[in-house]
């Protein structure tokens, strides 16, 4: 859907903000021009030669990242599972004999890069590291920056599924949230969750029934929901084959073919949003 709606704005922002699963690289084919480091936490590691056993940091340790041991001379001792270690830095903070070493983190990298339709800025998560609010705003912000250099005042953004941090950061100041579910039990309850984030930040929403002809009955259950939360029901996308072709040719669906049910309804979507939220102006 954003590849899409990228597609159809023909020239604007773009942000790939989930993180935690990036695919829009993939149909969007971005040219790397800047990259960094993205620090979201720390390293710890407990010096054997400090510690005294005191057990403050495992005691504190929210995450159970810290176990005692017995060293060669039989004294107990701590120290840190990193594996398990979520990086907070709280045994550090706690640790009255220093201890505890600490120091930054790499959890993964920013890129703001090229596409055929516009710069675009995403990131991607080191091995077994998660993704928090704070690398969504640095990829955002990247954003800002990208369309503050071509003078571009439209930003599409990938939103991370769910109702955590990142979902939080990825429509913080957003003019519109389009919700895009499917027309199953799961569905309507995410969807549910997500509206009543959107309400509480007061972010204007809409909402799309993808492959909404696997259950007729679903989908008209999910309208009245969007309308019990004030939210606007903008369409709906039939199944098709035409999309996964499309994914294989690393293109979206409005690129690969002009002809079909799904392109026409993602075409009519995309006018809907425009005139909501004035893209154009």
């Known amino acids: 859907m954003t590849a899409s709606f990228v597609a159809l704005a023909k020239k604007t922002t773009i942000s790939d903000c989930d993180v ?5 690289h993939l149909l969007l084919d971005p040219q790397v021009k800047k990259r960094g480091n993205f620090s979201g936490g720390v390293t710890a590691e407990i010096d054997p030669e400090k510690c005294t056993g005191c057990n403050r940091c495992k005691d504190a340790c929210r995450f159970l990242a810290i176990e005692n041991y017995k060293s060669k001379s039989g004294k107990e001792l701590c120290r840190i ?9 709280v ?19 920013w890129f703001v890069s090229e596409t055929r339709f516009g710069p675009m800025t995403h990131a991607k998560l080191g091995v077994a590291e998660e993704n928090s609010g704070r690398l969504v705003t640095l990829v955002r912000d990247k954003a800002g920056e990208a369309a503050s250099e071509i003078n571009e005042n439209k930003l599409i953004i990938d939103g991370a599924p ?3 941090c990142p979902v939080i950061a990825s429509i913080t100041g957003s003019d519109y949230a389009l919700i895009v579910t499917e027309p199953t039990v799961s569905g309507i309850h995410d969807m549910e969750r997500i509206l009543d984030v959107t309400r509480h930040f007061g972010v204007k929403s809409g909402v799309v029934v993808n492959k909404y002809d696997l259950n007729i009955n679903m989908t008209e259950k999910i309208k009245g929901v969007a309308k019990n939360y004030d939210s606007e029901f903008i369409g709906t996308i039939p199944y098709d084959k035409k999309v996964t072709e499309a994914q294989m040719k690393a293109l979206s669906v409005v690129e690969y073919t002009e002809e079909g049910a799904v392109v026409k309804s993602i075409k009519q979507i995309w006018e809907k949003i425009s005139s909501i939220i004035n893209v154009n102006q």
């Open 20 to 24: 935690d699963a990036a695919d829009l």
């Open 81 to 89: 599972d990193p594996v398990t270690c979520e990086g907070c830095g």
């Open 91 to 109: 045994c550090y903070l706690v640790c009255k004999d220093s201890a505890v070493k600490v120091e930054d983190a790499i959890n993964g990298q």
């Open 162 to 164: 769910g109702t955590g």
